[in-house]
């Protein structure tokens, strides 16, 4: 299964980085092959919290997720979907003065770029969740949070992609690129085709396909985990979170969403699957965010568990994202890594895409602190440092 076209572009990896780039691109006029390994976003572009915050946003990427919850909330717009969209006020809760010290100055830095994030008191948090701990002594607070419905997005952006005339091949492992007429050669077990463009979004696999060219990206992996419960009354409206800990939400449906949990997770090898993770921690973290949850809002005792699962995050030794060219392989680009990709996951792809139409992107995305090649030689991540995650 060979296509004898050349495509303008060829996007490896299709989360929500890769569907919504080759979205745009195909919008902007390119001819666009989009690969994806399984289905579309199933890997963590499906499995996470949903959560658009700003309260856990890196602060140089702030700028850039204020934008992509706007995107998730006018999703009818640029998908043609309804995407879930749900805004939501959201607070990060302190149980000690000394934390909420440290969450002040934290979260400085997020109001500094940009994020509308102030300190409130215990009391003040009660005010606007009355369910909440009596032991909430402060909180960083958000009036503009919210999620979007992360867990059906990949069957959104297909029919999305289809109708923009990009080539689908999902269920479709890229094996290598390779220098060919035109640009580039993809090639798949059954099949190849060429790209003047090629853009790997392919988030913990980045490192594997970096190596196809002899480079060297030292990526980490970790495990992140979701849990979430039976239908439960009515409790809570924000989107609250523990520090270092878990995020907490509750659907209109009742279900209450943990995302997190405490502990580390990291794994050796993104395709091993889930046979490598360690499945005590699996279990501990579970358990250990259904008692956080009740921590915070005490009520949450009523409800079970029912469900938990894990999805990967790649980290680089700095962790900040790679976006841009592929060092000493012209043609190629990455943009991969990138903390609350869901979140900013439709402004990057626009952003991208913008950069490879010849128009000027709204924000810089190529951007030095992100170069790839920046990475090259340096030491992977650093685990113990994780607490920094934020
Ligand atoms: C449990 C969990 C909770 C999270 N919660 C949040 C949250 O609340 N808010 C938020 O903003 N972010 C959250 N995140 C982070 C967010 O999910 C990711 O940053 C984002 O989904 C990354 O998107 P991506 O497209 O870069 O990568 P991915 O979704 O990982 O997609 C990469 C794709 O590349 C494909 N691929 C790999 N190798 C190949 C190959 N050889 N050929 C073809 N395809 C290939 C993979 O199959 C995969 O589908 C969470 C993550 C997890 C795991």
Partial sequence: MSSSQPFDAAIIGGGVIGCATALNLACGGMRVALFESDGLCRAASGRNAGTLTMLYTRASLIPYAIRGREMWRDAAEWLSRDAGFHHRHGMELAFSEEVTEELAVQHRLRSEAGAPIEMIGGNRARE???ALSGDIVGAAYSEVDGYAKSYGIGIL???ALKEAGVTVHDGTPVLGV???P????VRWAVGQASARLVVMTSNVWIGKMAAWFGVNFPITIRVNQGTISERIRPLFNSILRVPNELSLKQFEDGTVLMGGGRGEHWVEDADKGDAQQDISI???KMAGAAECARRVIPALREGRVVRTWTGYEG????????IGPMPGVEGVFVAACIRSGFTIGPFAGRLLADQFLG????????SPAF??????GMEPYDREASAQIA
């Fill in 128 to 130: 606007i969740e009355p």
């Fill in 178 to 180: 390779e220098p060919g």
């Fill in 157 to 159: 952006f297909h029919a």
């Fill in 359 to 366: 128009r000027e992107p709204e924000m810089p995305i190529f």
């Fill in 282 to 284: 699996v279990k501990s």
């Fill in 371 to 376: 170069d790839p090649a920046r990475v090259v």
């Fill in 182 to 185: 035109g640009g580039h050669v």
């Fill in 315 to 322: 980290f680089t030794p700095d962790n900040q994202p790679l």
